[in-house]
């Protein structure tokens, strides 16, 4: 018999799926992974190129992002000793998943990351059911964390792809009972600048800790995540954290950016939110279309009488790329999801919607 070529490879990566990427051609209407639409403006543009200028590329980056952590510190309001800096907030639960032990527990459908990332670092993973109108009720955490080795519960909110917030209330009473049973609790607030309501401003990264990413409010392609969290943890994640994850162009970037560019970046966000009730009416008014209201910059939506492929397949011929979720969880039969885009891409996809719905 001959020997396996690939004996030395990890039994259960053989078999994993990574996290998709859908490709599309040039021109499509790109409304499928949570981006801003706006980009920056030209006069930003050239600042930014100027100030990465003068890197000096040979050299390492500061491995301790001191420049990032002081101006982050002074635009969220904590300590810089409380933040932790990750290529991408991806990286920050990678990191955070590999720094503890015990299983990962986390209400679903939510962000399929937590899963993925889960397996790559062979952790054990608890999904339970949200309520079928996507709520989450923190009641039924006893009866599930009781019978699994505390490690994290993970909450999003607003979650992906639901777009529905958890009050926080309710992320403090579901913390409250994980710490009985010796779990701690991440609220990953991606989504944060779209619903502006933060554990931080009550928990300061101390009950809860707390995930946030600059993807979503405009940067995605910067790359960088951070957590807020009690300072024992930041310096137990530096020491498996890889010496010179920041490298030195997102850290100058993410300097200007935040001191310099910020309220053009919130203004933006007010605009998609407005773009977003107008896309959820415009979807409400279409027959067979239930959008789910949503507190994020994207919008789940049900379909009914088109599979959700075939769906996806004929707005894609129209040029707009959306996710399909259908078969993400049984909670998200029948849906889909959308990114709010420009006016414009909008009116585009709803277009496409109607006439894809139509038949
Ligand atoms: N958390 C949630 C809930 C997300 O939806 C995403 C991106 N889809 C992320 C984290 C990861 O964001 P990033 O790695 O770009 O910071």
């Not at 989450?136 to 993970?154: A, H, K, T």
């Amino acid at each position: 018999m001959v020997p396996d070529p690939m004996s030395w490879v990890r039994d259960d990566l053989r078999t994993a799926t990574g996290y998709s990427v859908l490709e599309a051609p040039d021109g499509t209407i790109k409304l499928d992974a949570m981006e801003n639409p706006f980009g920056l403006p030209d006069p930003v543009r050239q600042e930014l190129a100027k100030a990465v200028s003068t890197i000096s590329l040979n050299r390492y980056p500061d491995p301790r992002a001191t420049d990032l952590r002081l101006e982050a510190s002074r635009l969220i309001g904590v300590v810089p000793e409380k933040l932790f800096f990750g290529n991408g907030s991806d990286e920050i639960l990678l990191n955070l998943f590999l720094a503890t032990k015990g299983t990962i527990v986390t209400p679903e459908p939510t962000f399929s990351m937590y899963r993925i990332i889960a397996g790559t670092v062979q952790r054990s993973f608890k999904g339970f059911p949200l309520n079928p109108d996507y709520s989450f009720d923190p009641e039924i955490l006893p009866s599930v964390l009781s019978r699994e080795p505390p490690g994290i519960l993970v909450l999003a909110s607003p979650n992906n792809p639901t777009g529905v917030a958890c009050p926080l209330k309710t992320v403090f009473r579901a913390a409250k009972i994980a710490r009985e049973y010796g779990f701690v609790t991440l609220l990953d607030e991606a989504y944060y600048p779209f619903h502006g309501e933060t554990a931080l401003s009550e928990a300061g990264g101390e009950d809860v800790l707390v995930l946030r990413t600059f993807s979503k409010m405009g940067l995605a392609g910067l790359r960088l995540g951070f957590l807020v969290a009690p300072e024992p943890l930041v310096q137990l994640l530096d020491v498996l954290r890889l010496p010179y994850n920041m490298d030195s162009l997102t850290q100058r970037a993410a300097v200007l950016l935040m001191r310099d560019v910020y309220p053009l970046l919130e203004k933006q966000v007010e605009e998609i939110c407005l773009l977003r009730d107008q896309l959820f009416s415009g979807m409400q008014s279409i027959p067979g279309v239930s959008p789910v209201p949503s507190r994020a910059n994207f919008i789940l939506f049900r379909v009914k009488g088109v599979p959700p492929p075939v769906l996806f397949r004929r707005l894609l011929e129209k040029g707009v790329l959306v996710r399909d979720v259908s078969g993400h969880h049984p909670l998200l039969e029948g849906t889909l999801r959308v990114t709010v885009g420009t006016g414009e891409e909008n009116g585009s996809f709803l277009k496409a919607l109607r006439e894809g719905v139509g038949g």
